[in-house]
Structures are given as C-alpha cells and as structure tokens.
Nanobody, 121 residues
Framework: QVQLVESGGGLVQAGGSLRLSCVAS????????MGWFRQAPGKGREFVAG???????????SYKDSVKGRFTISRDNAKNTVYLQMNSLRPDDTAVYYC???????????WGQGTQVTVSS
C-alpha cells in the first residue's frame, strides 16, 4: 500500500504561482511512477503531469498540453516527495488537484485526498 498526502493548495490571483507537494509512504518512493491529476467542478478527472520512477535509465516527464511551459513536476527521493510547480495560473486551472502513484502498471492505483486550487480572475 502507498499513502499519499498533498498540500500547498489555496487561492491565488490569475498570473500567480503555487507549489503543490505530495508526500508518499508505504513503498520505496524512488520506484514509484508519480502523477498529478485534477478535477474541476462538473468535469471528470484529468491528467496534468507525470514522472516515471527509477526503473528507467532516466526520469521522463509528461504534461497535459494546456499546462506545458507553465507547470513543472519534480521529485525529491530523499524526502519521498513529488512537487507540482504551477506558474502563470489561469482561472481554468481551478480544480481539486490529486497526487497519484503507480508501480509500473498502466493505471494509477494509489491516490491522495486532493487539495483545492482556486484561481481568481
């Protein structure tokens, strides 16, 4: 089992920045593929950013098209933490953001409780 706890959400004006953090426990963190998802009111959950675990020769990242150049996913294996740096935030980035983890499987199996991000215009 993997436990995930997010933090760092809040209210910010358009153009501002936030950094989300997610601390993982229960498995060797460096081996986990980590991702960030979000769910806006009335919409389904969508992928935002992802980073593979240490099973590959290097770390790869992937992003939803609308956040490329604005959001950055990173990880600190010594702190068992994955981050999502969000810059140039827009009102349509408003959502509950979820941290997720998987161990080499196609789908994410472990989820955090979510943290609210609200961007005002």
């Amino acid at each position: 089992q993997v436990q995930l706890v997010e933090s760092g959400g809040g209210l910010v004006q358009a153009g501002g920045s936030l950094r989300l953090s997610c601390v993982a426990s229960g498995r060797t963190f460096s081996s986990l593929d980590m991702g960030w998802f979000r769910q806006a009111p009335g919409k389904g959950r969508e992928f935002v950013a992802g980073m593979n675990g240490s099973g590959a020769s290097r770390y790869y990242t992937s992003y939803k098209d609308s956040v490329k150049g604005r959001f950055t996913i990173s990880r600190d294996n010594a702190k068992n933490t994955v981050y999502l740096q969000m810059n140039s935030l827009r009102p349509d980035d408003t959502a509950v953001y979820y941290c997720a983890a998987k161990t080499g499987t196609p789908t994410y199996a472990y989820w955090g409780q979510g943290t609210q991000v609200t961007v005002s215009s």
